[in-house]
C-alpha cells in the first residue's frame, strides 16, 4: 500500500510499485568493473610486477625492459610505457606484513592509477590478473572508489568530471559474482559518500527519507517513513525534544530486505544517527573548524542505509532492518534547554544538561524500538562524539558493545580486510556513575572524562539485546584527501558492514 503524506502520518513503499513523483537526486556510479577473458591487443593495460626483475617481459622491448628495472630501482611503484595509442603500466606490487596490508596498498595504489588515467583523459584500462585475482580486485576497488566526484552543484562539472569509465579485469576464471558485487559496493559507498556531501538545504529529514525510499526502490526492499504525527503518536520524547527547535519536521525511516530464505532466523538490526544538521542547539558549538562541516552528522544514516542497499542489491541471503530517526539541531525559540527533564520512547526520563549531545537522544528511541524485531544482533553507526576523534583520529572506528566474541571476531577480521579498523574501548558499567542524574533516571553527557564511553553506556539503558555502537566522529568526513577515501565523506562503515555479512553468509 501506498499513502501520501496528506492521508496518513506515515508512508510505506514498497519496491514493486512504480512511483513517479520520485526522481532521483543523485547520480549513480557511472564507472564499471568487468571481467573479460582475452588481453586487447591495442587498449590501456596494468601488468603486474612481483619484484623489480620479476614481471611479464614478452610484452616489452629489451630497451623498455631496461627503463622499467631502472625505474623500479629508483623506487617508482608504477612505470609508465607510452605507446601512443595506448599505455602499459607495470605495477610493482610490494609485499606487506600481512594479507589485509598487502590489499590496502593495492587499494590506494588503485587510486594512484585512476590520476594516471584521469589526468590523460583515458576512459578504459585492463588489468592482466593471470592468477592474482585478488590483487586486481583490490586494485580495481582503489580505482574505482578513488575516482569519485560530487560535481552536483559545479558550473563546469561536464569539464571537470573524470573520464575513466571502465575497468577491465582479464582473468579466464569466473570471478564474475565477485566483480558483481564490487561494482554494487562501489555504488553503495558512492551513494553514501554523496549524503554526507549534500548540504542541509537539500538534504533535510524528510528528503533524506525520500533518498532511502528511492534506494528501496532500485535494490528491492521496503521503506516505511513515519512523519511528525506519527512519531507523536509514539511518544518517542528524543527525537521530538531534538526537532523542537526546527522549522522543519522528523522523520523516522524503516528499512526492511527480507529474502524468501534468510541464513538468519531473527534479524540483524542497523541503526544510524541521522541529524542532517547540527548547530547544537542552544549549546551552541563555535563556529569555526565545528559547525562548518555539521551537514555530516547524518553519516551514521548513511552508512546503514547505503549498507542494507548493498546487501539487497547483491541478494545477500540476511533478513536485514535499518532505523533512522533524523532532524537538525537549532537554537529556535521553542527549542529544548539544558536543564529539561524529557520522557523517552521507553518512559525513561532524560536530564538534558547539553544540548549538543542530541544524537544519542534520538538514538535511544531508535533502539527501543528496535526491541520489537527481537534482533539477534544491532549494529548502530554515528558520529557521536568529538571524543572518539581526539582519541584515534580519522584513521579508524571506535566501538564498543555487550556483543559476544565471535561477533566481535568477525567484525575486527572484516574491518581489518576491508581497512576500516576497529578500536574497541571498554563498556564497563562503572562508568553508568558518570551520567548519573539527580532528578532523572540518566542524564545525557558525563564529565569532561570518558565521553565516547559514556556516551556508549547512555544507549546501553535502552538496550536489551546483543549490541555494538561504532563511534565514526573522525573517519566519517575528513578535510583532506586520504587516497581512494577521497576528501569530504568517506562512506566508512559501508564496506566493513558489507564484509561482515558476506561473512555471516558464507
Known amino acids: ?34 571481467r573479460i577473458s582475452k588481453t586487447p591487443s591495442d587498449g590501456n593495460l596494468v601488468i603486474f610486477a612481483s619484484a623489480k626483475d620479476k614481471f611479464d617481459t614478452s610484452h616489452f622491448s629489451e630497451s623498455e625492459i631496461k627503463y622499467i628495472r631502472k625505474e623500479f630501482e629508483n623506487d617508482v611503484k608504477h612505470v609508465i610505457i607510452n605507446r601512443y595509442t595506448h599505455i602499459i603500466i607495470i605495477q610493482l606490487v610490494e609485499k606487506r606484513d600481512s594479507a589485509f596490508r598487502q590489499l590496502e596498498f593495492l587499494r590506494r595504489e588503485g587510486d594512484v592509477l585512476a590520476s594516471i588515467l584521469n589526468k590523460r583523459k583515458i576512459s578504459s584500462v585492463s588489468i592482466l590478473a593471470e592468477r592474482r585475482e585478488e590483487q586486481a580486485l583490490a586494485l580495481a576497488e582503489g580505482a574505482c572508489l578513488g575516482s569519485y566526484q560530487f560535481l552536483k552543484y559545479r558550473k563546469e562539472k561536464a ?28 555504488e553503495a559507498v558512492f551513494k553514501a559518500r554523496t549524503l554526507v556531501n549534500e548540504p542541509q538545504n537539500f538534504l533535510d529529514a524528510v528528503q533524506l527519507s525520500t533518498e532511502f525510499r528511492l534506494m528501496g526502490k532500485e535494490a528491492g526492499f521496503d521503506v516505511t517513513v513515519f512523519h511528525k504525527e506519527k512519531i507523536e503518536q509514539l511518544k518517542m520524547g528524543g527525537l521530538l525534544a531534538v526537532n523542537k527547535g526546527s522549522l522543519k519536521p522528523p522523520t523516522f525511516s524503516i528499512m526492511e530486505y527480507k529474502p524468501k530464505r534468510p541464513a538468519n532466523k531473527k534479524p540483524i538490526v542497523l541503526v544510524g544517527k541521522g541529524v542532517v544538521y547540527d548547530t547544537g542547539g542552544l549549546s551552541l558549538k563555535p563556529t569555526a573548524n565545528s559547525m562548518d562541516y555539521m551537514k555530516c552528522d547524518m553519516a551514521g544514516a548513511a552508512v546503514v542505509g547505503c549498507a542494507l542497499f548493498a546487501a539487497a542489491k547483491s541478494k545477500l541471503p540476511l533478513h536485514l532492518i535499518a532505523l533512522v530517526p533524523a532532524t537538525d539541531n537549532r537554537p529556535d525559540g521553542n527549542a529544548y534547554t539544558p536543564g529539561d527533564v524529557i520522557t523517552m520512547y521507553s518512559g525513561t526520563t532524560v536530564e538534558v544538561l547539553n544540548t549538543d549531545a542530541e544524537g544519542r537522544l534520538i538514538l535511544a528511541d531508535a533502539l527501543h524500538y528496535a526491541k520489537q524485531y527481537n534482533p539477534q544482533l544491532v549494529l548502530e553507526f554515528s558520529t557521536l562524539t568529538g571524543a572518539a576523534s581526539v582519541a584515534i583520529g580519522h584513521y579508524g572506528i571506535v566501538c564498543m558493545g555487550n556483543a559476544d566474541s565471535t561477533t566481535r571476531k568477525k567484525l575486527h577480521d572484516s574491518s581489518k580486510h576491508v581497512f576500516e579498523r576497529l578500536v574497541e574501548f571498554p563498556y564497563w558499567e562503572e562508568y553508568d556513575e558518570l551520567i548519573k542524574s539527580d532528578i532523572a533516571e540518566v542524564k545525557n553527557i558525563g564529565g569532561p572524562a570518558a565521553g565516547a564511553i559514556t556516551a556508549g553506556r547512555f544507549l546501553n539503558k535502552f538496550i536489551d539485546f546483543p549490541f ?37 553468509t558464507s
Do not use: W
Not at 566519517?476 to 559501508?494: H, L
Open 159 to 186: 569539464k571537470e568530471k573524470n573520464t575513466l569509465t571502465e575497468i577491465n579485469i582479464i582473468s579466464k576464471k569466473n570471478i564474475d559474482r565477485m566483480v558483481q558485487r564490487l561494482n554494487i559496493l562501489c
Open 1 to 34: 500500500m501506498l499513502l501520501s503524506e496528506g492521508e496518513d502520518s506515515f508512508v510505506r513503499i514498497h519496491p514493486i510499485l512504480l512511483i513517479s513523483a520520485l526522481k532521483p537526486n543523485m547520480l549513480d556510479m557511472d564507472l564499471v568493473i568487468r
Open 468 to 504: 555494538m555502537h561504532f563511534d565514526i566522529a573522525g573517519p566519517a568526513y575528513i578535510k583532506t584527501s586520504d587516497s581512494y577515501r577521497g576528501k569530504n565523506g568517506t562512506g566508512i562503515g559501508v564496506r566493513l558492514l558489507f564484509n561482515f555479512f558476506e561473512k555471516l
